[in-house]
């Protein structure tokens, strides 16, 4: 028989075959309300999952397609709890940069920045929450209020002087 009359899959992916989400290879540090975010991340996908039991025949293939990435992301969610190390950020020392910090810093320009360092999955740039992991966040690790450290960035090294600290 010729290959032009042997069904071909339809373009959807068996679901069998989705690849794991990537884990990081460093600990997973976590602020207490960085677990709470990936909790309420896993009980969001497990609803998402109930949600889908009820589709119809004719939306199955999808749903199954579907349900397939709920699933790979609720293993991902369930490792990254299960291998959290929550850090209360009243048991860092409070004269240093540390995990869970708030920084207020000033670099070479004159500009001010609030930062707070905070664990990979918890880590949003935009609103000034940065990794642990992060360039950043390694340079200022251990500084203290008056320390200048250097800020090796892709655009090019910058210095940023740490005014303030805070944790809570």
């Not at 009359?5 to 959807?12: K, L, W």
């Not at 209020?145 to 002087?161: C, I, M, Q, Y």
Request: net charge negative; no cysteine.
């Amino acid at each position: 028989m010729s290959r032009a009359f042997v069904r071909e899959g339809d373009g959807e992916s068996d679901p069998g075959e989705l690849p794991e989400l990537p884990i990081s290879e460093h600990p997973n540090y976590v602020t207490p309300r960085g677990m709470m975010l990936l909790r309420s991340r896993l009980n969001d996908a497990i609803k998402r999952v109930q949600a889908l039991d009820g589709a119809v025949a004719e939306e199955a293939v999808g749903a199954r397609l579907e349900r397939a990435h709920i699933q790979r992301e609720m293993r991902w969610l369930q490792a990254r709890i299960l291998g959290a190390i929550t850090i209360a950020p009243e048991r860092q020392p409070s004269d240093r940069v540390a995990f869970g910090a708030r920084v207020e810093v000033v670099d070479d320009a004159g500009h001010e920045h609030r930062y707070r360092i905070v664990g990979e999955d918890e880590a949003d740039p935009e609103h000034g929450l940065i990794s642990w992991v992060s360039p950043l966040a390694r340079a200022l690790h251990g500084a203290r209020v008056g320390d200048s450290v250097v800020w090796k960035r892709p655009a090019g090294d910058t210095n940023v002087e740490v005014l303030a600290i805070e944790y809570g």
